[in-house]
């Protein structure tokens, strides 16, 4: 029901989903207020024909309105803890004003009593809704049906810093946006969705086209819904509590009213009501809430029998309120669903009678052998069993709609053409289509008062009429636009022109339709080290997007840059140039040739961004960065011949010159610290100075994503790789002045364990096969840190162990694990628990001829939705070391780190 559900979706929904307007025209139908016995309204009521697929809901005003040709109808009004209620009319040309008063519901069953040590009720019902949710998700073979939108949002609450450029966005605080939408959904079993939106209106002028179809897509029959744990989810008692509130009678059925409890709330679980039909075990309708990240999402159902024995989702609403960043906002969405058409398995209409095994335990275990016994002799299947209304167990369940689903499979790969996917193994095959008309409809109010099912408030009519004024001042305006001889608009605007200030601060410049030039700013990226004292870089790119295939959709871009580098304590002047071409962006397929005369780190790998190495050298006298010089050609590509299967390769001829430090100066003289010499210390070597020498390098790496799952967007096959592992391969060539050969191999994963937990691993090991001739560059370095700041990968990388210090040329074998927890330590309190806070154990090894390193440690993720604190002890060959603090972004947060 909820597709990530974060409070950024929640934004752009309130701030997208803007798309429509109002008026009534007079027709024939039934049209009034629903309240209670007290008189007081009831929003959001449900309205429908029996034994039709039309309906509606009553508006935030309690008013409702239906058009219905001439003829005699059955009306059924629901509204959640009141008594559904049936009513016959005669419907002539002209509108019924008919008001309805809905009373509390009237329970069968109003207390339980659980005697100490016994079981609630409530379990019972739920392990036989849990058995039979697959069955109720297959019973629909396809359907298509129409579904009206509306979405209502505010913005509380902008940041001071943000509110002037928001407000040029139309995003303005405390304003309420208002959004309909109408759409014609196709869904095909497993997971086939084609939508086509008819109509788009919205309170904004611009109308957008986003809608949260998604919303209303996923089940609660699903194990999951966005990460959260469905009430019905075969594990769903290791995370919920239930208990049997009361039962009552509705349309001649018998409903179960039981409270959802989290066995410990926070994150990722629901809490609330789920009502579920006895003998059917299926819902009848839920109202239940959970919180993402400190956000406040409820979600409210109602199901409805729209065909004989299938119950279907009618009508859907959702809340939405929370704060981020210093964003607040509440967004409210509801959906009416109608004109259903199903085609129906008729296998799948249950009329089994489901046994419980834990309450009767005896005449289970009889069943459970008549079944098997059938089962092996081929005379029992799901089909027939469900049909012939046959007595099963949970357990017999299970085994049959296993079988069937193994069947199905079968006769799908039977069925796919050579290179296509089985439908059963897309994750997803989803698309979505605009309809010509469909910005056209959403100003059209005739359009809409044939067409909106759920009448306006006076509110939204107003937000309506807002807009159109504002229409009309932004068309006057547009009239006053200067125009040429051909009737097109003269853009007021110039192009940006050089000024002095752009080599201080950068600029860009558009130098066509498809194509621009950037100048960097020198000022921004001044650094410091030992060796160059003050630096800073000058870069001038430019870009150009092309189009290689329109047939194949097949485009990339052309970079071409130059470098130039000064250096204050050096006194000189190096630079360098880059052609980048990207031929093709879907596979991120791109060769660059650059060359020229450059600084570069000991490690190709850039393990010291420069900006922190210019902080740690200058306030706290650490200079752990070490360079060198090069005068080199280099030719590079990269390219995902396959899906899942990324090869890149590189070949370098450089002349390699080292370097000494030339600059001491600091801003906090540390007396009992000093600089380090531009050579590195390390325990396999005594000296890693080199001499000035030629290195041509050849080096090709390749990973591979074995298991794979894929989805269909718009008709584009799309890779969903979370679930695989990623196996690795390197192997490295010195050729011309070096005579070498490493190889390494490796293994990272990464799997979720439940609804908070994870674990994860990264396995690597190489050695040189080789070794005749080499340089200390050329040695395998690792992925150390002796930086507060951690920002490489969290899973694979070291904490605290030295850039270069266990660097080898030798073999060597590393491992990282790590395990996240749903509750340790401080996730034990709810609230940190449902703000995102998350507890990792780790430990990483390193294991080399001369040493053994080991790192332990504890984090504490999602502080604020961004930072990881660490705290980590390690230990050189099992004697303890060192300990330390680090602090990590959660986000995947951009870094320069390289120099490239």
């Not at 059955?74 to 009319?89: A, G, N, P, V």
């Not at 200067?482 to 192009?495: L, N, Q, Y």
């Not at 709810?830 to 090894?845: A, C, M, P, T």
């Not at 001369?850 to 790192?855: G, I, L, Q, V």
Request: hydrophobic fraction near 35%; proline fraction near 3%.
């Amino acid at each position: 029901m909820l597709t990530k559900p974060n409070f950024f979706l929640c934004i752009a929904l309130i701030l997208s989903l803007l798309n429509t307007s109002h008026i009534f025209a007079q027709s024939g139908g039934l049209r009034g207020y629903v309240r209670n016995d007290k008189g007081e309204p009831l929003p959001l009521a449900t309205i429908y024909v029996k034994n039709t697929q039309v309906g509606t809901a009553s508006n935030n005003d309690a008013f409702y309105e239906l058009k219905l040709a001439e003829g005699k109808y059955q009306i059924i009004f629901q509204y959640l803890s009141y008594q559904t209620l049936e009513k016959e009319i005669v419907i002539g040309k002209e509108f019924i004003n008919f008001d309805v008063k809905m009373e509390l519901q009237t329970y069968l069953l109003r207390e339980v009593e659980v005697k100490a040590g016994a079981e609630d009720p409530a379990y019972t019902i739920m392990r036989k809704a849990i058995a039979m949710s697959k069955v109720h998700k297959l019973q629909v073979d396809a359907y298509d049906a129409r579904i009206y939108m509306k979405g209502t949002g505010r913005v509380l609450n902008i940041p001071y810093l943000l509110e002037s450029k928001l407000k040029k966005e139309g995003i303005v605080e405390g304003k309420t946006y208002l959004t309909e939408n109408i759409t014609d959904l196709h869904f095909e079993q497993p997971n086939k969705y084609v939508k086509k939106v008819i109509s788009l209106r919205s309170s904004d002028i611009e109308s957008k086209s986003a809608s949260p179809m998604d919303y209303i897509e996923a089940s609660f029959y699903d194990p999951n819904i966005a990460n959260i744990v469905s009430p019905l989810s075969p594990s769903a008692f290791a995370y919920y509590k239930f208990y049997l509130e009361s039962v009552f009678r509705d349309q001649g059925l018998e409903v179960n009213k039981i409270k959802v409890t989290p066995r410990s709330r926070g994150d990722d679980v629901w809490e609330g009501y789920i009502y579920i039909v006895e003998n059917k075990w299926c819902i009848h309708s839920l109202q239940l809430n959970t919180e993402k990240l400190g956000i406040k999402i409820g979600v409210q159902q109602t199901y409805s029998p729209v065909q004989d024995g299938v119950f279907m989702p009618i009508n859907h609403q959702i809340k939405v309120s929370g704060k981020y960043l210093g964003f607040e906002a509440e967004f409210l969405y509801l959906a009416s669903v109608s004109n259903y058409k199903l085609k129906v398995n008729p296998s799948f209409i249950p009329e089994v009678k489901l046994i419980d095994e834990k309450i009767e335990r005896e005449k289970a275990a009889a069943i459970n052998k008549k079944n098997s016994e059938d089962l092996k002799k081929g005379e029992q299947d799901l089909e027939k069993a469900l049909m012939e209304g046959k007595e099963l167990t949970r357990k017999n369940l299970k085994k049959m709609l296993k079988e069937a689903e193994k069947q199905q499979l079968e006769n799908e790969r039977k069925k796919t053409k050579k290179g296509e996917t089985p439908p059963s193994e897309l994750v997803r095959n989803d698309s979505t289509k605009i309809d010509s008309l469909a910005y056209k409809r959403g100003v059209d109010d005739k359009f809409w008062v044939e067409n909106r099912p759920i009448p306006l408030t006076d509110f939204e009519i107003k937000s309506y009429g807002e807009r159109d004024s504002l229409i009309k001042v932004d068309s006057i305006k547009k009239q006053t636009e200067v125009k040429d001889s051909t009737g097109t608009e003269v853009k007021t605007k110039k192009a940006k022109k050089f000024g002095i200030d752009d080599l201080f601060f950068g600029a860009t410049y558009k130098t066509g339709k498809k194509s621009n030039l950037t100048l960097s700013s020198w000022l921004t990226d001044i650094n410091y080290n030992t060796v160059e004292g003050f630096a800073s870089d000058l870069k001038l790119t430019y870009s150009r997007s092309l189009l290689f295939s329109k047939e194949k959709k097949q485009s990339g871009n052309l970079k071409i840059s130059g470098l130039t580098r000064y250096s204050v304590a050096r006194e000189t002047f190096t630079g360098k140039g880059e052609i980048d071409l990207m031929y093709n962006f879907k596979r991120k397929g791109k060769i660059q040739l650059d060359g020229g005369r450059y600084i570069q780190q000991m490690s190709t790998d850039y393990p010291i961004p420069m900006f922190l190495n210019t902080l740690t050298t200058l306030f706290f006298e650490r200079n752990w960065m070490k360079i060198y010089e090069r005068d080199y050609v280099r030719l590079r590509w990269n390219d995902e011949i396959k899906k899942g299967l990324i090869i890149n390769a590189y070949f370098e001829y450089a002349n390699r010159n080292p370097l000494q430090n030339l600059a001491d100066w600091k801003a906090i003289d540390w007396k009992d610290r000093q600089f380090t010499s531009n050579n590195p210390e390390n325990v396999e070597v005594t000296e890693t100075a080199f001499p000035a020498h030629t290195a041509a390098v050849f080096e090709t790496n390749i990973s591979y994503k074995p298991f794979l799952q894929y989805g269909i967007k718009n008709g584009r096959k799309y890779l969903i790789d979370e679930n695989s592992p990623i196996l690795k391969f390197q192997y490295r060539k010195g050729m011309v002045g070096v005579d070498y050969d490493f190889l390494s191999l490796g293994i990272q994963h990464q799997a979720k364990v439940g609804i908070r937990g994870k674990v994860g691993y990264a396995i690597a090991g190489g050695t040189f096969l080789n070794k005749k001739t080499l340089y200390f560059p050329d040695f395998k370095h690792f992925n150390g840190n002796q930086i507060f700041v951690q920002f490489a990968d969290p899973v694979s990388s070291f904490r605290l162990l030295d850039y270069y210090r266990f660097s080898t040329a030798d073999k060597y074998l590393e491992g990282h694990a790590y395990v996240q927890f749903r509750k340790f330590l401080f996730t034990q309190f709810i609230y940190l628990r449902s703000f995102g806070w998350k507890e990792n154990l780790f430990v990483n090894q390193l294991l080399t001829p001369k040493n053994s390193y080991t790192e332990v440690g504890y984090a504490l993720d999602g502080i604020l939705r961004l930072f990881r604190v660490e705290a980590i002890a390690a230990f050189e060959n099992g004697i303890y070391k060192d300990w330390g603090i680090r602090v990590g972004i959660t986000t995947t947060f951009g870094l320069r780190v390289g120099m490239d």
